[in-house]
């Protein structure tokens, strides 16, 4: 499958993969994939474990050979290169830090291994360590730092000399949730001032969309779709990505075509309008609806579609409250509604409650049809 990820900038730092795969003995790890990454453009590959991401990842950055396929850096292939001669910076997901080295020490590695002057190599270990706001730390061990100072060593070792790519293996894996955020988007500016093209891999989907210019969601070996953050929000190609990328409500029917227009059917008689174009009648087809697309009780309305529903659950999330609703006329069916909270909560009605629920018809979005 062939995306082109583009964005204005310069050459520098492209990274182009054309039919690139990696196959072990019967099992195809990573299927035929084809992309393009423009200069100076953040992209995730998002994805399950399994699915492929961080075998693409090491396949770019070298540690892997492919089963077939290429990769370009900057319009130069580099596939028979060895890593250390791709000049892309490397993070892993462990760190890997020296620990017998202070930070100043593993900062330094990359550019004492290229035989750099001494004096060079302190100005940028000196100018790295200030942008990741380590200047006093250079002298300890990595030992003796937090999970989030540890991180910001890798990263300073693997862009201090300034590569035009940054590879990042699930990068936070090992932080906790409130450190984890903040390092998002510390990661996000740091990337942005510097201008690398950045390739991240990691399966969580809220960490794709915050960082994100671009996403490309894997599957079992095969790129699924890739896009903007809002575009695979709001118009996913298929039930994985519309599941995989944010919380979605499936809806499956058959189209009918009745006196307002064409519908999609739903257990007894439940008939939900489609928008337009909509398939043909007598098709099946599958539908995601998004939480918060969904208005509970209100007044009617007559650009909403309105049905009836029983409030099988709610949970407070801070934020928002979760509501889980049965449908009247397709009890087969329940949706989750996302009711964002203030200071004053607004009313959540109560388990057994029946209510209005509602939603615009163009949020109901086709994804499959068979």
Known sequence: MTSSIDRPGTANGEVEVRGLAKRYGAVDALQPTSFRV?????????????????????????????????????????????????????????????????????????????????????????????????????????????????????????????????????????????????????????????????????????????????????????????????????????????????????LRGRVENGPGGPSMALGDGLGIPLGAPAPPAGAEIVCVLRPEAIEIGGEPSVDHFETVGEVVDRIFCGDVVRVRLRLVGAPETTLVAKMPTQRRLVFVPDTGTMVRVAWRTEELIVIERH
Not at 127 to 133: H, I, K, P, S
């Open 38 to 250: 423009t200069g100076g453009t953040f992209v995730t590959l998002l994805g399950p474990s399994g699915s492929g991401k961080t075998t693409l990842l090491k396949l770019i950055a070298g540690f892997e050979e492919p089963s077939a396929g290429s990769v370009h850096i900057s319009g130069h292939a580099i596939t028979d290169m060895a890593p250390y001669r791709r000049n892309v910076g490397f993070v892993f997901q462990q760190y890997a830090l020296f620990p017998h080295l202070t930070v100043a020490q593993n900062v330094s590695y990359p550019l004492e291994m290229r035989r750099m002057p001494r004096v060079a190599i302190d100005k940028a270990v000196a100018n790295t360590l200030e942008l990741v706001r380590l200047s006093d730390l250079a002298r300890r061990r990595p030992s003796q730092l937090s999970g989030g100072q540890q991180q910001r060593v890798a990263l300073a070792r693997a862009i201090v000399f300034r590569p035009p790519v940054l590879l990042m293996d699930e990068p936070m894996a090992a932080l906790d949730k409130r450190l984890r955020e903040e390092m998002q988007l510390e990661i996000r500016g740091l990337q942005r001032t510097l201008g690398i093209t950045t390739i991240s891999v990691t399966h969580d989907q809220s960490e794709a969309l915050v960082m994100s210019d671009r996403i490309l969601v894997l599957r079992d070996g095969m790129l699924q779709q890739s896009g903007t953050p809002e575009d695979l929000y709001h118009n996913p190609r298929n039930e994985f990505v519309a599941s995989f990328v944010g919380e979605s409500n499936i």
